[in-house]
């Protein structure tokens, strides 16, 4: 495998977003709805978090794991008085949504619908973005894991996931009114991923279609945070619940400092040995090449020396959100 080049990033965006605010519009970001009363039960013997201690305006990252605890999807809850708002990941709406359908048994009062056609959503980040959200005139939610809706607008804070900020939500229609009212009051819009992906991995936080995948389980990926120790049972929890127990988890998400590029897909190998496979790389315009990889202890140490092809790379540690 060649080592890749690295990609030119604006540096403006990523400015942007190390120090102040910018925003990334999402169209392959789908939104669910579930309704009926038993909507929240059945989320909550399904995924790894405590979906059900929710109150209306509270919201809650979850996953959804395999019988053998990997991951299979990753979304954000969002409880309202009458339904629950599922964000979906990346492209992965429509495979939620039947994933959740197979589910419902023929005695659950639950429905699933696909309002991805006229909802929107896009991403504020960075630094500023609360500052930015009073400048434009738009209601901001005091807590994390909190949204506030207004006038159609649904805006949710998230500092754990993601690179920390807001996810606002408005009618498909609105949304080229909404960018521009963020450009109005200062934001940057990133026209390309290279910056956003950069300041992600710099930060160490998974995404998925990188990190989060079905190669993984959410303990091997720095998200047991989402996975609630005191609720029932659910797919994948007897064998989430061993790891933590008995200390089990042999892998863990870290990040790599080099002095050129390393490829996703790679190995990374200790004296010869496959330790890891790098799993997200970019090019940060404050540090040069940075890259995320699960790694095998004990080379999951911060200062363990690695190589991925022939390139050198040292691990460093990833501050984890707290549980």
């Known amino acids: ?3 890749p ?7 403006r965006e990523y400015q942007a977003l190390a120090s102040a605010a910018a925003f990334q519009a999402r169209p392959d970001f789908g939104i669910l709805r579930l309704q009926g009363r038993d909507r929240t039960d059945f989320l909550q013997r399904m995924t790894t978090n405590d979906v059900a201690r929710l109150q209306p305006g509270q919201a809650a990252l979850t996953i959804l794991t395999s019988p053998v605890a990997r991951i299979d999807a ?9 339904d629950l708002l599922l964000l979906a990941s990346e492209g992965q709406a429509d495979a939620l949504r039947q994933r959740l359908q197979s589910q419902i048994f023929f005695m659950d009062k ?23 959200l009073a400048a434009a005139g738009l209601p901001q ?18 500092e754990r996931y993601d690179i920390p900020g807001y996810e606002l939500i408005c009618p498909a229609t609105e949304m080229d009114e909404l960018q521009q009212r963020l450009t109005a009051a200062g934001a940057d819009l990133l026209a390309g991923a290279e910056a956003y992906e950069a300041h992600r991995i710099e930060l160490g936080r998974p995404r998925p279609g990188k990190e989060l995948t079905d190669s993984f389980s959410p ?5 047991a945070w989402v996975c609630a120790e005191n609720k029932g049972c659910y797919t994948g929890q007897e064998i989430i619940a061993r790891q933590l127990t008995y200390d089990k988890v042999t892998r863990s998400l870290v990040r790599l400092r080099s002095e050129q590029p390393l490829p996703e897909g790679a190995s990374a190998k200790v004296n010869g040995r496959v330790a890891g496979t790098v799993t997200s790389s970019g090019f940060s315009p404050a540090s040069g090449p940075v ?14 020396e ?3 092809d022939d390139a050198d790379a040292c691990v460093e540690d990833i501050r984890l959100p707290a549980t």
Do not use: I, W, Y
């Open 1 to 3: 495998m060649s080592a």
């Open 5 to 11: 080049t690295a990609v030119a990033v604006n540096d």
């Open 74 to 82: 990753v979304f954000s809850v969002l409880c309202r008085n009458d």
């Open 110 to 132: 639950v429905t699933v619908s696909d309002d991805s056609a006229h909802l929107s959503r896009l991403r504020l980040l960075g630094p500023a973005a609360g500052e930015l």
């Open 141 to 158: 939610p005091e807590s994390d894991d909190h949204f506030l809706e207004r006038d159609a607008l649904t805006v949710l804070r998230q």
């Open 219 to 223: 303990l091997e990926t720095g998200m």
């Open 291 to 304: 890259a995320l990889a699960v790694l095998k202890r004990p080379h999951n140490a911060a200062g363990v």
């Open 306 to 308: 690695v190589t991925v």
